[in-house]
């Protein structure tokens, strides 16, 4: 049974930094490709970032590019959003999600999910 456990969550204030984590477990974590999505109130869900199985690709919504990054842990099965100058357009539930491989921006391409955590960022 696949699970991914969002961790990390929060309030912060304009300007401060949170680091979600993933843990991911029931896959084998170095063949899957992994997401970082979003979905504030009464919004539609949004790609935030994405990595490849390898971690040597990622790829940026262009909201959050040079704020945000995202990497991967092997050893622990986990994979992180390292999220700086945070602002209050970045209040919304993240999710992370797998798929096997390659790294995608589209949800539809992703077959696990997480159960989400809240991040709201203060003004």
């Known amino acids: 049974q696949v699970q991914l456990v969002e961790s990390g969550g929060g309030l912060v204030q304009v300007g401060g930094s949170l680091r979600l984590s993933c843990a991911a477990s029931?896959?084998?974590?170095?063949?899957?490709?992994m997401g970082w999505f979003r979905q504030a109130p009464g919004k539609e869900r949004e790609f935030v970032a994405t990595?490849?199985?390898?971690?040597?690709?990622?790829y940026y919504a262009d909201s959050v590019k040079g704020r945000f990054t995202i990497s991967r842990d092997a050893a622990k099965n986990t994979v992180y959003l390292q999220m700086n100058s945070l602002k209050p357009e970045d209040t919304a539930v993240y999710y992370c999600?797998?798929?096997?491989?390659?790294?995608?921006?589209?949800?539809?391409?992703?077959?696990?999910w997480g159960q989400g955590t809240q991040v709201t960022v203060s003004s």
């Open positions: 999600a797998a798929r096997p491989w390659t790294h995608s921006a589209y949800g539809d391409e992703y077959d696990y």
């Open positions: 990595i490849s199985w390898s971690g040597y690709n990622t």
């Open positions: 029931g896959l084998t974590f170095s063949t899957y490709g």
